[in-house]
């Protein structure tokens, strides 16, 4: 499945944007999804991610409850809602889809595909 992050930008903090990653695979909703972010210097760090159906989700705890992933396998999109962004959200943001549905959905390594990633900048 081939994927394509859109929808990043410049905000202040608090505000919010909203991510998508469209997919041009068939068999999108047959994969689970996930969100990645990597800031300058830093590793890649898991954000959240979705099972198959939607029915699942999960976060990392410096997301949670500020971030919503979401995904409409009609629309084969997946979407990534972040609000009250602060500058440590400041990163390139990239889609991921793992087809073994593997049970650790935070390590990057478990997911096949990836999306060429869009960048976040948040300014305080």
């Known amino acids: 499945v081939q994927l394509q992050a859109s929808g990043g930008g410049l905000v202040q903090a608090g505000g919010s944007l909203r991510l998508s990653c469209a997919s041009s695979?068939?068999?999108?909703?047959?994969?689970?999804l996930g969100w990645f972010r990597q800031a300058p210097g830093k590793e890649r760090e898991f954000v959240a991610a979705?099972?198959?159906?939607?029915?699942?989700?999960y976060y990392a705890d410096s997301v949670r409850g500020r971030f919503t992933i979401s995904r409409d396998n009609a629309k084969n999109t997946l979407y990534l809602q972040m609000s009250s962004l602060q500058p440590e959200d400041t990163a390139v943001y990239f889609c991921?889809?793992?087809?073994?549905?593997?049970?650790?959905?935070?390590?990057?390594?478990?997911?096949?595909?990836w999306g060429q990633g869009t960048q976040v900048t948040v300014s305080s």
């Open positions: 991921a889809a793992d087809g073994k549905w593997s049970v650790d959905y935070s390590v990057a390594s478990n997911y096949d595909n």
């Open positions: 695979g068939r068999l999108f909703s047959s994969y689970n």
């Open positions: 979705i099972v198959w159906s939607g029915g699942t989700t």
